[in-house]
């Protein structure tokens, strides 16, 4: 894999992507704070409770300092995949 | 700088947006076939919107000096429909010889169904018998890597097909190495929310380059930005990329993708 880097250094990208950043984390903790104040009317279904997991695993990679963070976000939001789907669906 | 949008959905756009895009530096483009927002009736629904692709559409481009290429299949939300695919599959020769066509395009899969693969396969067997070029769309959001994987296993286990003449579109951070590894060209769509921004689509270039890597807009009838390619070109620009690098996504590659295609003959702005 090639990396084509641009002549900017760390602090450059933190610096000029830092008020982007500030307003994506404040949209994620008002979203949040939105879905506590909504309350519970009825027990979360499966498909709901598996959507919070999904939401606290992706912060928790967030939080990770792992490399490659957007690629293991996307692994998280996926269906897996069956190596012997063929076989599976008679094709 | 001049560009080519490899995916757009023109049919689904104004007259002003070409003039816009025009405007923005568009010379030519590609429109695969794909779902029109309701599901087709009749193979005659098809028919008359492959009059569209391959007869109003260039001359509507054509008015602001931008080359109209297309694609030509039934989409894989309809696939379900097996028998109105097989149908409308058996009809697409009526049109593979339209001056303006690429090859067989955006087939994939959608839900990741039996049946959308069973249709996916016939379309891989259309595009080998008559020898044309394939354009792959893949599924959204949690269905991506799935689907992507699957359409992958097809297409390599068909020692027909040379990946060098396959561009899988809607790449995303968790698809595109495999694609790229693979051998196959790769799109990466700059759509809202559901596919890729300039921004990220810029950081795969950084990590995978340039080679085998187009960008598109899937400008479409849902909410999307027919002018996204550029956006990514000042976003290249903002970060100090070369021209020569910003030139090869939008401009080269689309133009040694398509090249393939004996119907291809793009004129280059003097």
Not at chain 1, 7 to 31: C, I, M, P
Request: hydrophobic share 40%; proline share 5%.
């Amino acid at each position: 894999m090639s990396r084509l880097i641009s002549d900017r250094s760390a602090d450059a990208v933190l610096n000029e992507s830092f008020l982007e950043l500030r307003a994506k984390l404040l949209e994620v903790a008002a979203t949040l704070d939105r879905i506590d104040r909504a309350g519970t009317t009825q027990p979360a279904t499966s498909a709901t409770a598996n959507r919070r997991s999904q939401i606290q695993g992706a912060i928790e990679v967030l939080l990770s300092g792992e490399p490659d963070r957007a690629a293991t976000l996307q692994q998280l939001f996926s269906r897996e995949y069956q190596p012997d789907w063929r076989t599976e669906m008679k094709l | 700088m001049d560009y080519i949008d490899p995916h757009i959905h023109m049919v689904s756009r104004t007259t002003d947006d070409y003039a816009t895009l025009a405007r923005m530096g568009c010379v030519a483009m590609s429109e695969p076939a794909f779902w029109a927002g309701y599901d087709r009736g009749s193979v005659d629904g098809f028919r008359d919107y492959f009059r569209q692709l391959t007869e109003v559409e260039p001359r509507r481009a054509a008015q602001f000096g931008i080359q109209h290429f297309t694609w030509l299949c039934i989409n894989a939300k309809e696939a379900e429909n097996v028998s109105l695919s097989r149908d409308v599959i058996a009809m697409i020769p009526e049109f593979i010889d339209a001056p303006n066509v690429l090859g067989i395009g955006e087939i994939g899969l959608n839900k990741n169904t039996k049946n959308e693969a069973t249709v996916f396969l016939e379309h891989i067997d259309l595009a080998m018998k008559f020898n044309q070029l394939i354009l792959i769309h893949t599924p959204h959001l949690e269905d991506k890597y799935q689907g992507t994987r699957m359409i992958l296993d097809m297409l390599t286990s068909d020692s027909r097909i040379d990946p060098s003449r396959v561009l899988v579109d809607h790449v995303e951070e968790h698809t595109i190495g495999e694609v790229l590894d693979r051998g196959f060209w790769a799109g990466m769509t700059l759509y809202p929310v559901t596919k890729c921004t300039p921004e990220r689509a810029a950081d795969m270039i950084e990590r995978f380059g340039g080679q085998r890597l187009l960008a598109n807009s899937a400008g479409d009838w849902g909410p999307s930005k027919p002018t996204a390619v550029p956006d990514l070109i000042f976003e290249l620009r903002r970060r100090g990329h070369q021209e020569s690098l910003i030139r090869k996504v939008v401009y080269d590659n689309p133009i040694a993708f398509f090249s393939q295609s004996k119907n291809f003959h793009f004129l280059p702005r003097r």
